[in-house]
């Protein structure tokens, strides 16, 4: 049982460049979420689904998009990286939330992403 | 969004101290959960409080949750290195949809 994996751990792009960051779960859960984390900042979400084929922005979702065409994965893309994007990004999953459930969330160790 | 105010920003002690995080706001939160994240890694969650008042204990960890649903603190008893970590608090509101609001984070540095 590997939990939330996450590939790369690291990489550098040059501005304008485009990537995908993998997501892995093997834990069954429903709801995955993308956030990133800076330097003062605290932990910001991106985009969330909330299941398979579903997909939601989160606070900063501008210049990301993202997909879930299998329940076990969610994929965040760059399609024009911009030093601003510089950060470590965190994959997150949790149980289908319900009224008497906290919504209690499993990381990915991250990748840590270099725009210059 | 509602906001988690974590106090203080920065914490260096020696081992055998103890020591109090807190984590406030000015939302009722349904439940409120804290995390501790070492270098290089993703958060990993310690410990969930969902009633006003709730004390839970995790070994020499001590997490409390205030009687109004706002408010929450982490207490340390004799800490240890291998405490050293960031230490976030998330809460899950009743208007914050699927997201939980994350506090910026308790830096802690233990040292033998």
């Known amino acids: 049982n590997a939990g939330v994996t996450q590939t790369p751990k690291f990489r550098v792009l040059k501005t304008g460049q485009s990537m995908t960051l993998l997501c892995a779960q093997d834990m069954n859960h429903e709801y995955m979420y993308w956030y990133r984390q800076d330097p003062g900042m605290g932990l910001r979400l991106i985009h969330y689904s909330v299941g398979e084929g579903t997909t939601a922005k989160g606070e900063v979702p501008d210049g990301y998009n993202v997909s879930r065409l299998k329940k076990q994965n969610f994929l965040l893309g760059l399609e024009s990286a911009a030093p601003s994007q510089t950060s470590v990004y965190f994959c997150?999953?949790?149980?289908?939330?319900?009224?008497?459930?906290?919504?209690?969330?499993?990381f990915g160790p991250g990748t840590r992403l270099t725009v210059t | 969004t509602q906001l988690l105010e974590q106090s203080p920003q920065f914490l260096s002690i020696q081992e055998g101290e103890n020591l109090t995080v807190y984590c406030n706001s000015s939302s009722v939160f349904s439940s409120l959960q804290w995390y501790r994240q070492e270098p290089g890694e993703g958060p990993v969650l310690l410990v969930t409080?969902?009633?006003?008042?709730e004390v839970k204990k995790l070994k020499r960890l001590t997490f409390q949750f205030g009687d109004a649903r706002k408010d929450s603190s982490l207490h340390i008893t004799a800490a240890q290195p291998g405490d050293t970590g960031l230490y976030l608090c998330?809460?899950?509101?009743?208007?914050?949809?699927?997201?939980?609001?994350f506090g910026k984070g308790t830096s802690l540095l233990v040292t033998p």
């Open positions: 997150a999953s949790s149980y289908s939330i319900r009224p008497d459930a906290p919504n209690e969330q499993y």
């Open positions: 409080v969902v009633t006003g008042g």
């Open positions: 998330a809460g899950d509101g009743s208007n914050s949809g699927y997201a939980l609001n």
